[in-house]
């Protein structure tokens, strides 16, 4: 049976908005634009827009911070456009630009180290609710976005919202979604050995070879080392033993105890809007509730939204519009990162802990944290009995016990004027705003009681902060169109934009914690107060032109320039231009004469543009830090000290420089279509940081120097393989992406962004090499290339050969290489299924906590060679201490030894060049190995990860009911829906870590785990219905 659809109009005459609202046929772009739909964005539930975006649009990668719907999303358009800062588009909103930026500007963006704030930040684009969307364009080229100049480096994305649209009378539409988060994708622990170490160290710290410690008070006598950190240790079997509170609990395993840490979340979210349209006017008003605790321990957020879209046409040739947007935010208790349990030693916990037990321990009964073992004056009927590691006691006495809390108001709005002069003048005047204003209190309460404090200083402290970020733009076109004759047309507008943007901090808090217990003011502090004071300002601003030309509506051809001064550069250096120009050639009508019946439309198209990236703000300043004069400890006041970084009177934008071909099909009459597009471009003038004397006054120097490009291919294919009662619809995108480094400043042979375990891991930018290279230290090889294992059947170091240094090996790159979606739609009759899956591959990532993990047992993969089982090779230890190999089956050893199967040989060769013998035992095979440390012995290699994967986003099944049914209860239309996200994995490389929990806006920031949120899995429902 052979099913045919028709070309319709609206196929054919399909609208685009671009740059600065302006609508064109999407027949005349000459470049790459992606369009996604209100349904795409609002279908799975998804608590903000940027994170529907997944597998959506070709050449568009999606990182979601861990935590939630408070935790920041990043979108990167075409790998990299700057090495050093963050890839984030511009978002314009009904033609105005918003925030985007990360809460308390560079400090929000989460790219913190171990010592930083924890607290897992949000940006700008949440607030952007997603059922107020109508479509979403994402302009990716230098061409489709030199209009917006310096703002358009990393691309933009332009949201049109909902308006009211003509019906019967005002129409009515409510729609609600409820789902539950689960932790999600946890690392695959062993649940069979405790605590403990090797052999050797179980005997050094008072245990006996399997890691108990003697202890006549537990009925077993012995008990658990609750002070180690690795996995080593006895068999859990259920012996009863004193636990580090005194109680006498068995000994088992808790399979559930690192998902026990946190909780399931629940998301709830109700929009509703009335909307008409009429001759003269139209509106939409709606308001939305969103509720949602997230998977950490009482964190918990509520956001209310209001939006106003509406027109009115004063006269016949003057209309004006009026958008509003207000969102007020509450967040109790942000999403708290988890490194201090996996980056830190103090933070490793057996399997054979019990979560509810913690929960109940980790404070007092007087709200106090716990007791340690030594402290048992502060309360000696509640202090622990042993010793144990601290951070996970400590973490919940951070989330649980202290308490943080923002309230944040938003209003972003815009008026528009609509004036046609004469016939074929047009004029537009737009302006509009984003405020801002956020308050922050920060409640750390008491851990012991004061009469216990040091002389000079207390416990508790309270933080209060206040943060203010406004936009005001505003815009004007002019446009100028007619037919010149029947077949050529042409328009031509110029205009001018100008934008400022102010920004202030201010933060105060109590130092050396409180004075009165609980207390929280800052008139409580123990010491000076500290105090927070920054602002910055903006002022941008440009003029315009564009040419658009056509002939028989299927030649085409446009020419853009903007002029632009920004107030961050130089003024002598801070005016540019930014041309483009960009063509399309739809053939099949052109020739539609000779095409074949098949090809129903095709489209050349190519394009040329010029982009830039202009400096932070002052960064091109010479800057002095203004101190106090209150000083403590008698030190002398500074009241000026240089920056950190001399600005460059000389400073200049980043520019880049792209050029893009493309193609355009559909066949079969719109069955299936094609969409091919290859780019490539250079960024010259890259910003860096070099280094300089301190000597001269500030640590580094500003400067424009070096080269960076991509190029890439993206490919979008999209079918309808069956139609009528039963229908399917399929789309797949992909694209490739390689950023390379072309040069870097004279003299900088190389840049490292990340620097671990002292060197011996880096991640790199070196000219003619790929950006995002990953070095580390090469196990010490012979000539041959085998790894060269020492007499004791460990790998050697250079350490070990005196004159030899470390030798850097590339063992991957940071950077993903492909990128894609694949999304189908089943429908019959009322009901419906649509699937969307997406997939990254070709990067790898650094993960030092997962190397750590490794090192001390927790994860399954480290039962390898524990028993026979397992792989473990058999031996008793000689009189000499070495291991000597029997077979699996021996009882006990020549003289009666002790057999132990725990063994193996680690492949490679002696100094020598002989095949190594020598057996190792497992538990120091993983310690030693995968220990912390910069040493080329070390498997350095073991932090390195292979990070490809295909995974099902979300699946939605659906039901519209009857009209005949929902019309006997007022309504139009009614559909439920059940609905699920990040479901599971059909392919992973990456097993015990998500690959998608890495968090940060930096490019390398988001391919390095230092240790944050599991990621989550949703399920719930959505009703949809309209009156």
Same mark, same amino acid.
């Given at each position: 049976?052979?099913?045919?659809?028709?070309?319709?109009?609206?196929?054919?005459?399909? *609208?685009?908005?671009?740059?600065?609202?302006?609508?064109?046929?999407?027949? =005349?772009?000459?470049? =790459?634009?992606?369009?996604?739909? =209100?349904?795409?964005?609002?279908?799975?539930?998804?608590?903000?827009?940027?994170?529907?975006?997944?597998?959506?649009?070709?050449?568009?990668?999606?990182?979601?911070?861990?935590?939630?719907?408070?935790?920041?999303?990043?979108?990167?358009?075409?790998?990299?456009?700057?090495?050093?800062?963050?890839?984030?588009?511009?978002?314009?909103?009904?033609?105005?630009?918003?925030?985007?930026?990360?809460?308390?500007?560079?400090?929000?963006?989460?790219?913190?180290? @171990?010592?930083?704030?924890?607290?897992?930040?949000?940006?700008?684009?949440?607030?952007?609710?997603?059922?107020?969307?109508?479509?979403? $364009?994402?302009?990716?080229?230098?061409?489709?976005?030199?209009?917006?100049?310096?703002?358009?480096?990393?691309?933009?994305?332009?949201?049109?919202?909902?308006?009211?649209?003509?019906?019967?009378?005002?129409?009515?539409?409510?729609?609600?979604?409820?789902?539950?988060?689960?932790?999600?994708?946890?690392?695959?622990?062993?649940?069979?050995?405790?605590?403990?170490?090797?052999?050797?160290?179980?005997?050094?710290?008072?245990?006996?070879?399997?890691?108990?410690?003697?202890?006549?008070?537990?009925?077993?006598?012995?008990?658990?080392?609750?002070?180690?950190?690795?996995?080593?240790?006895?068999?859990?079997?259920?012996?009863?033993?004193?636990?580090?509170?005194?109680?006498?609990?068995?000994?088992?395993?808790?399979?559930?105890?690192?998902?026990?840490?946190?909780?399931?979340?629940?998301?709830?979210?109700?929009?509703?809007?009335? &909307?008409?349209?009429?001759?003269?006017?139209?509106?939409?008003?709606?308001?939305?509730?969103?509720?949602?605790?997230?998977?950490?321990?009482?964190?918990?957020?509520?956001?209310?939204?209001?939006?106003?879209?509406?027109?009115?046409?004063? &006269?016949?040739?003057?209309?004006?519009?009026?958008?509003?947007?207000?969102?007020?935010?509450?967040?109790?208790?942000?999403?708290?990162?988890?490194?201090?349990?996996?980056?830190?030693?103090?933070?490793?916990?057996?399997?054979?802990?019990?979560?509810?037990?913690?929960?109940?321990?980790?404070?007092?009964?007087?709200?106090?944290?716990?007791?340690?073992?030594?402290?048992?004056?502060?309360?000696?009927?509640?202090?622990?009995?042993?010793?144990?590691?601290?951070?996970?006691?400590?973490?919940?006495?951070?989330?649980?016990?202290?308490?943080?809390?923002?309230?944040?108001?938003?209003?972003? !709005?815009?008026? $528009?004027?609509?004036?046609?002069?004469?016939?074929?003048?047009? +004029?537009? #005047?737009?302006?509009?705003?984003?405020?801002?204003?956020?308050?922050?209190?920060?409640?750390?309460?008491?851990?012991?009681?004061?009469?216990?404090?040091?002389?000079?200083?207390?416990?508790?402290?309270?933080?209060?902060?206040?943060?203010?970020?406004?936009?005001?733009?505003?815009?004007?076109?002019?446009?100028?169109?007619?037919?010149?004759?029947?077949?050529?047309?042409?328009?031509?507008?110029?205009?001018?934009?100008?934008?400022?943007?102010?920004?202030?901090?201010?933060?105060?808090?109590?130092?050396?914690?409180? *004075?009165?217990?609980? /207390?929280?003011?800052?008139?409580?502090?123990?010491?000076?107060?500290?105090?927070?004071?920054?602002?910055?300002?903006?002022?941008?601003?440009?003029?315009?032109?564009?040419?658009?030309?056509?002939?028989?509506?299927?030649? +085409?051809?446009?020419?853009?320039?903007?002029?632009?001064?920004?107030?961050?550069?130089?003024?002598?250096?801070?005016?540019?231009?930014?041309?483009?120009?960009?063509?399309?050639?739809?053939?099949?009508?052109?020739?539609?004469?000779?095409?074949? =019946?098949?090809?129903?439309? #095709?489209?050349?198209?190519?394009?040329?543009?010029?982009?830039?990236?202009?400096?932070?703000?002052?960064?091109?300043?010479?800057?002095?830090?203004?101190?106090?004069?209150?000083?403590?400890?008698?030190?002398?006041?500074?009241?000026?000290?240089?920056?950190? $970084?001399?600005?460059?009177?000389?400073?200049?934008?980043?520019?880049?420089?792209?050029?893009?071909?493309?193609?355009?099909?559909?066949?079969?009459?719109?069955?299936?279509?094609?969409?091919?597009?290859?780019?490539?471009?250079?960024?010259?003038?890259?910003?860096?940081?070099?280094?300089?004397?301190?000597?001269?006054?500030?640590?580094?120097?500003?400067?424009?120097?070096?080269?960076?490009?991509?190029?890439?291919?993206?490919?979008?294919?999209?079918?309808?393989?069956?139609?009528?009662?039963?229908?399917?619809?399929?789309?797949?995108?992909?694209? /490739?992406?390689?950023?390379?480094?072309?040069?870097?400043?004279?003299?900088?042979?190389?840049?490292?962004?990340?620097?671990?375990?002292?060197?011996?891991?880096?991640?790199?930018?070196?000219?003619?090499?790929?950006?995002?290279?990953?070095?580390?230290?090469?196990?010490?090889?012979?000539?041959?290339?085998?790894?060269?294992?020492?007499?004791?059947? @460990?790998?050697?170091?250079?350490?070990?050969?005196?004159?030899?240094?470390?030798?850097?090996?590339?063992?991957?790159?940071?950077?993903?290489?492909?990128?894609?979606?694949?999304?189908?739609?089943?429908?019959?009759?009322?009901?419906?299924?649509?699937?969307?899956?997406?997939?990254? @591959?070709?990067?790898?990532?650094?993960?030092?906590?997962?190397?750590?993990?490794?090192?001390?047992?927790?994860?399954?993969?480290?039962?390898?060679?524990?028993?026979?089982?397992?792989?473990?090779?058999?031996?008793?230890?000689?009189?000499?201490?070495?291991?000597?190999?029997?077979?699996?089956?021996?009882?006990?050893?020549?003289?009666?030894?002790?057999?132990?199967?725990?063994?193996?040989?680690?492949?490679?060769?002696?100094?020598?060049?002989?095949?190594?013998?020598?057996?190792?035992?497992?538990?120091?095979?993983? @310690?030693?190995?995968?220990?912390?440390?910069?040493?080329?012995?070390?498997?350095?290699?073991?932090?390195?990860?292979?990070?490809?994967?295909?995974?099902?986003?979300? *699946?939605?099944?659906?039901?519209?009911?009857?009209? !005949?049914?929902?019309?006997?209860?007022?309504?139009?239309?009614?559909? /439920?829906?059940?609905?699920?996200?990040?479901?599971?994995?059909?392919?992973?490389?990456?097993?015990?870590?998500?690959?998608?929990?890495?968090?940060?806006?930096?490019?390398?920031?988001?391919?390095?785990?230092?240790? &944050?949120?599991?990621?989550?899995?949703?399920?719930?429902?959505?009703?949809?219905?309209?009156?």
């Amino acid at each position: 049976m052979n099913h045919f659809l028709k070309l319709t109009n609206n196929q054919l005459n399909e *609208v685009v908005v671009t740059s600065f609202g302006i609508k064109r046929q999407d027949r =005349a772009l000459g470049y =790459a634009a992606s369009t996604v739909t =209100a349904k795409e964005l609002t279908e799975a539930g998804n608590t903000n827009f940027a994170s529907a975006l997944y597998g959506k649009a070709p050449g568009v990668q999606i990182t979601t911070a861990p935590g939630g719907a408070s935790s920041a999303v990043n979108v990167q358009i075409r790998g990299l456009s700057s090495i050093n800062y963050q890839q984030q588009p511009l978002f314009v909103v009904d033609g105005v630009i918003v925030r985007s930026e990360g809460q308390n500007g560079a400090a929000g963006r989460n790219n913190g180290g @171990f010592y930083d704030d924890q607290r897992v930040r949000g940006n700008g684009i949440l607030d952007i609710n997603p059922q107020d969307i109508e479509s979403l $364009t994402v302009l990716k080229g230098a061409s489709a976005t030199a209009l917006y100049g310096s703002d358009a480096g990393f691309g933009v994305i332009v949201i049109t919202t909902k308006k009211g649209v003509k019906g019967k009378g005002p129409a009515v539409a409510l729609s609600y979604y409820g789902t539950i988060e689960q932790p999600a994708f946890l690392p695959k622990f062993q649940n069979v050995y405790g605590q403990g170490y090797d052999r050797a160290t179980n005997l050094a710290v008072g245990a006996n070879e399997a890691g108990f410690i003697p202890d006549a008070l537990s009925p077993s006598g012995f008990r658990p080392n609750f002070r180690s950190y690795a996995n080593f240790g006895p068999k859990m079997e259920g012996q009863m033993v004193r636990w580090w509170d005194g109680s006498i609990r068995p000994y088992s395993p808790q399979p559930n105890n690192y998902k026990d840490i946190f909780r399931n979340g629940f998301s709830s979210s109700a929009n509703l809007s009335i &909307s008409n349209q009429t001759e003269n006017s139209n509106y939409r008003i709606s308001a939305s509730r969103l509720d949602y605790d997230g998977i950490q321990r009482e964190s918990n957020q509520q956001k209310n939204t209001f939006s106003l879209n509406s027109g009115l046409k004063i &006269s016949k040739k003057i209309s004006v519009d009026l958008v509003a947007n207000y969102v007020n935010t509450l967040v109790h208790n942000r999403p708290y990162q988890t490194n201090r349990l996996a980056q830190s030693f103090d933070g490793f916990f057996g399997r054979e802990e019990d979560m509810n037990l913690i929960l109940n321990k980790y404070q007092t009964s007087q709200g106090y944290a716990w007791v340690p073992f030594n402290q048992t004056a502060r309360n000696p009927a509640e202090a622990f009995t042993f010793n144990v590691r601290p951070n996970l006691y400590d973490y919940f006495f951070t989330t649980l016990r202290n308490t943080y809390d923002e309230n944040e108001n938003r209003l972003y !709005s815009s008026g $528009t004027v609509n004036w046609d002069i004469v016939d074929h003048l047009k +004029f537009r #005047g737009r302006i509009g705003n984003d405020f801002t204003g956020r308050t922050t209190e920060e409640k750390q309460y008491n851990q012991y009681p004061v009469a216990f404090n040091q002389p000079t200083s207390s416990t508790g402290a309270y933080n209060v902060g206040t943060s203010i970020y406004s936009i005001v733009y505003g815009d004007m076109l002019l446009t100028y169109a007619r037919d010149i004759t029947k077949d050529f047309n042409f328009s031509l507008s110029g205009g001018f934009t100008s934008r400022t943007e102010r920004y202030k901090d201010e933060s105060s808090g109590t130092a050396n914690g409180l *004075v009165s217990e609980n /207390f929280f003011s800052l008139n409580n502090s123990y010491g000076i107060l500290t105090t927070g004071y920054n602002r910055k300002n903006l002022l941008k601003y440009g003029y315009f032109g564009l040419l658009d030309l056509s002939y028989k509506n299927y030649l +085409f051809l446009e020419g853009t320039l903007r002029q632009e001064s920004s107030s961050t550069l130089p003024p002598q250096n801070n005016s540019y231009y930014y041309p483009s120009v960009n063509g399309s050639f739809v053939f099949t009508d052109a020739f539609k004469n000779s095409m074949p =019946a098949f090809l129903s439309y #095709g489209k050349l198209r190519a394009s040329y543009g010029v982009v830039g990236n202009p400096s932070p703000i002052y960064a091109s300043n010479i800057l002095y830090a203004q101190t106090s004069l209150q000083t403590a400890g008698g030190s002398v006041a500074q009241l000026n000290t240089p920056g950190g $970084t001399y600005g460059n009177s000389n400073l200049g934008p980043e520019r880049k420089y792209e050029s893009e071909v493309g193609l355009e099909t559909r066949f079969f009459n719109d069955r299936l279509g094609l969409d091919l597009t290859y780019y490539q471009n250079r960024i010259k003038n890259q910003i860096l940081n070099l280094q300089a004397a301190v000597s001269n006054g500030a640590g580094g120097q500003i400067v424009n120097a070096g080269e960076i490009g991509n190029k890439g291919l993206e490919f979008g294919l999209n079918g309808s393989p069956f139609v009528g009662a039963f229908k399917w619809q399929t789309r797949i995108n992909f694209s /490739f992406n390689r950023s390379k480094a072309y040069s870097l400043a004279p003299g900088v042979p190389q840049i490292v962004f990340q620097n671990l375990e002292n060197s011996a891991i880096q991640l790199i930018v070196r000219p003619g090499e790929d950006i995002g290279n990953i070095y580390a230290y090469s196990l010490v090889k012979d000539a041959n290339g085998n790894d060269v294992i020492g007499a004791d059947g @460990f790998h050697v170091s250079v350490d070990d050969r005196p004159g030899n240094k470390p030798v850097y090996e590339k063992v991957g790159n940071a950077l993903p290489k492909v990128v894609g979606g694949f999304s189908n739609t089943f429908s019959y009759k009322s009901f419906s299924l649509n699937v969307l899956a997406d997939y990254k @591959f070709g990067s790898k990532i650094i993960s030092t906590p997962l190397k750590y993990a490794t090192g001390t047992g927790v994860y399954e993969n480290t039962l390898q060679y524990r028993d026979t089982e397992h792989g473990g090779l058999s031996y008793y230890i000689n009189t000499a201490g070495t291991y000597v190999g029997l077979p699996s089956t021996a009882t006990a050893g020549p003289t009666g030894q002790k057999v132990y199967h725990d063994g193996l040989i680690q492949p490679g060769v002696y100094a020598n060049g002989q095949p190594n013998t020598t057996i190792i035992d497992a538990a120091s095979y993983y @310690f030693n190995e995968f220990a912390a440390g910069s040493s080329d012995g070390l498997n350095q290699k073991g932090a390195i990860y292979k990070n490809d994967y295909i995974k099902m986003r979300e *699946v939605t099944l659906g039901y519209n009911l009857p009209k !005949s049914v929902v019309s006997k209860i007022g309504m139009s239309n009614l559909r /439920f829906s059940i609905i699920g996200r990040n479901l599971f994995y059909f392919y992973r490389t990456l097993k015990n870590l998500d690959p998608e929990t890495m968090i940060g806006n930096q490019w390398y920031s988001q391919s390095v785990d230092n240790g &944050s949120l599991p990621a989550t899995r949703s399920y719930g429902f959505s009703l949809n219905a309209t009156f």
